[in-house]
């Protein structure tokens, strides 16, 4: 992770760089009438910059700050991208799901009912149905079995019955995570303004408790796209599905396989800029960044290593195969993640 600044509200000098991103000073552009922004203002300030420039390192490194510290209430994040006057999208939002509790459960269907914007909720269990969950507003889906796959099949299903039922536009949401009130509204927003056919948001981090976690994953804006932070539409639906296209073996990395599935393919994930997916993690170096006992509860990181001894195992020709069903080099994907994992 990196970190963002240690005061929460981010001292702008006079004569800094706009944080609007206009390569102006400060005094010369916002800060002309000598006012200080609000932090809402100077969030949706810098939203509207990253949406713009996502690989603005800078700009993430100031917005964050005004999120972990509270300075902006969650229903004002994502508030600079309105769905006024656009195309209206019928969307669903997929949730697979398989051990997790009740209540971590009904923590992620609130969040999909109380979104700005309004959306289905598909629920799928992955061999494991919770019956309770029959009695709430939501499309639920039962698998006879586990598939076994990090939720790649359930997903797949969602995604299908969504489509089936109606909906033009998909969303995603594993069921340890949560959205903000405005996370579908900022990416229907932004996915009609930019044309986009796939889109995306930001994310803070927080543990299982809750608490958030003041840092970013180094490659989140520039490279990986997490699957709760997705939305699908147009052209892009006919991907919906590919979830299951692909071997099971690289299922820990799903996400990553998915999204460079849909980059092979030309699409190009247009971003809303803002933080508006809270997304669980566990791993042991989370606790320990933060400073806090790491529990014996806390989960080991995805073993790159067994994924890339499968892929050298396979023969050259079913390489060759494997890269031309994905429509990209698998190799290219897992190098970097083997290195990175070795370090």
């Given at each position: 992770m990196t970190a963002p600044p240690a005061s929460t509200l981010p001292a702008i000098g006079r004569n800094a760089p706009c944080p609007c991103g206009s390569a102006r000073r400060y005094k010369q552009c916002h800060g002309r009438d000598e006012a200080p922004l609000a932090?809402?203002?100077?969030?949706?300030?810098?939203?509207?910059?990253?949406?713009?420039?996502?690989?603005?390192?800078?700009?993430?490194?100031?917005?964050?700050?005004?999120?972990?510290?509270?300075?902006?209430?969650?229903?004002?994040?994502?508030?600079?991208?309105?769905?006024?006057?656009?195309?209206?999208?019928?969307?669903?939002?997929?949730?697979?799901?398989?051990?997790?509790?009740?209540?971590?459960?009904?923590?992620?269907?609130?969040?999909?009912?109380?979104?700005?914007?309004?959306?289905?909720?598909?629920?799928?269990?992955?061999?494991?149905?919770?019956?309770?969950?029959?009695?709430?507003?939501?499309?639920?889906?039962?698998?006879?079995?586990?598939?076994?796959?990090?939720?790649?099949?359930?997903?797949?299903?969602?995604?299908?019955?969504?489509?089936?039922?109606?909906?033009?536009?998909?969303?995603?949401?594993?069921?340890?995570?949560?959205?903000?009130?405005?996370?579908?509204?900022?990416?229907?927003?932004?996915?009609?303004?930019?044309?986009?056919?796939?889109?995306?948001?930001?994310?803070?981090?927080?543990?299982?408790?809750g608490r958030i976690l003041p840092g970013m994953q180094s490659d989140d804006h520039v490279g990986h796209v997490d699957t709760s932070c997705m939305l699908l539409a147009g052209d892009a639906l006919a991907m919906a599905a590919a979830w299951r296209a692909f071997p099971r073996e690289l299922s820990p990395i799903g996400d990553r396989v998915f999204a460079g599935m849909l980059r092979a393919r030309g699409f190009t994930a247009a971003h809303t800029g803002a933080f508006t997916l809270r997304y669980t993690v566990a791993e042991a170096r989370y606790y320990a960044v933060a400073g806090i006992p790491v529990p014996p509860t806390a989960r080991a990181p995805i073993a790159i290593a067994p994924i890339g001894a499968w892929h050298r195992s396979l023969s050259a020709d079913a390489r060759r195969a494997l890269d031309r069903a994905l429509g990209f080099a698998l190799d290219d994907l897992l190098r970097p993640m083997l290195a990175a994992a070795a370090a």
């Open positions: 932090p809402a203002a100077l969030l949706a300030m810098l939203e509207r910059r990253l949406a713009r420039t996502p690989g603005d390192l800078a700009g993430w490194r100031l917005a964050l700050p005004l999120v972990v510290g509270g300075d902006v209430a969650d229903d004002a994040i994502g508030a600079s991208l309105t769905t006024a006057g656009a195309r209206p999208l019928r969307v669903a939002v997929v949730t697979a799901y398989f051990r997790e509790d009740p209540a971590t459960l009904a923590r992620c269907h609130a969040s999909v009912s109380a979104q700005t914007y309004p959306c289905r909720h598909v629920m799928v269990a992955d061999g494991h149905p919770h019956d309770a969950i029959d009695g709430w507003d939501v499309m639920h889906r039962r698998l006879a079995r586990p598939s076994a796959d990090y939720g790649d099949t359930p997903r797949a299903e969602g995604a299908e019955a969504a489509l089936a039922a109606g909906c033009d536009a998909i969303a995603f949401l594993d069921a340890d995570n949560a959205y903000r009130p405005r996370h579908v509204e900022s990416l229907v927003a932004r996915a009609t303004a930019a044309a986009s056919a796939w889109t995306r948001s930001a994310r803070t981090l927080h543990l299982p408790d």
